[in-house]
């Protein structure tokens, strides 16, 4: 006969709920969940679709921005609208022809290292609450590196991939782009950091490298900044940022390491 192993005190009292945001070891009630479960899912349902279809205050970001010494550039992409950009990707990978213009411009002569670029992506919340504090926390650092910082990006209806031509159009070596990522049932204000060197049309995703879950209750704004600050550095050493970083910073005399 085999024998039974009984599970343990602290296995008899291990709550998940404790371990996870996710939705689990919600109860139930007869056939469904109970009162109060069902309330919190048609909350958080009802955030996640407020942030995807609220508009980023563009506006109060370019303000509180201002107020720390830093300058921006408005643009847009080829979605002319949020429902469009909803139903349609690619066009918000492209940069509006008026916006390429306007960032050649700013860019001409001045030889920037790094664009930081702001995109709405799938989340307002996310960029709302989050990409000052963000990127207030990493300027410093990006100055600490000896890289010159090219005006903040402020991108309408935006994909992380329209980073690319915006870079391009800026002349830029690497570009970080901070975009609200698509929210789910335990978290809407999620943004993500997607650092990407030699930005040109056309990159594919491989090519980048993305810090995620960037948000109160996830990856905190002081430590996500060092994560954010530790790949520029790899990058701009070995001139390579994606699946390759890696392997390339593995190569790097101990010296530069």
């Not at 008899?12 to 709920?17: A, F, P, V, W």
């Not at 960029?127 to 600490?144: F, Y």
């Not at 590196?145 to 002349?171: C, Y």
């Not at 950091?193 to 905190?220: F, W």
Request: charged share 20%.
């Amino acid at each position: 006969m085999a024998k039974v192993i009984e599970p343990s005190a602290a296995e008899k009292t291990l709550d998940l709920r404790e371990m996870t945001d996710a939705r689990v070891s919600l109860g139930r009630h007869g056939a469904g969940l109970p009162t109060q479960a069902q309330l919190s899912f048609l909350l958080d349902h009802a955030r996640a679709r407020e942030a995807v279809w609220t508009s980023v205050d563009r506006a109060s970001l370019t303000d509180r921005l201002n107020r720390i010494g830093l300058s921006v550039i408005g643009v847009d992409s080829m979605a002319p609208d949020r429902s469009i950009y909803v139903r349609r990707p690619d066009l918000g990978r492209l940069l509006a022809p008026e916006s390429t213009e306007r960032l050649k411009q700013a860019g001409t002569g001045k030889g920037y290292d790094v664009a930081i670029v702001v995109a709405d992506g799938l989340s307002s919340s996310a960029v709302d609450l989050n990409a000052v504090p963000l990127i207030e926390a990493l300027s410093p650092k990006l100055t600490t590196l000896n890289l010159s910082a090219a005006p903040i990006v402020m991108a309408n209806q935006a994909r992380v991939a329209l980073g690319d031509p915006a870079g391009e159009a800026l002349g830029v070596k690497l570009t970080i782009v901070l975009v609200g990522e698509r929210p789910g049932l335990s978290a809407a204000d999620s943004l993500g950091a997607y650092i990407t060197y030699g930005p040109k049309s056309g990159n594919p995703d491989s090519g980048r490298n993305c810090v995620s879950n960037i948000r109160d209750g996830g990856l905190p704004i002081r430590e996500a900044a060092e994560v954010i600050a530790a790949l520029v550095k790899d990058m701009m050493k070995t001139r390579v940022s994606g699946v390759a970083l890696k392997a390339a910073v593995a190569k790097l005399p101990p010296s530069n390491v």
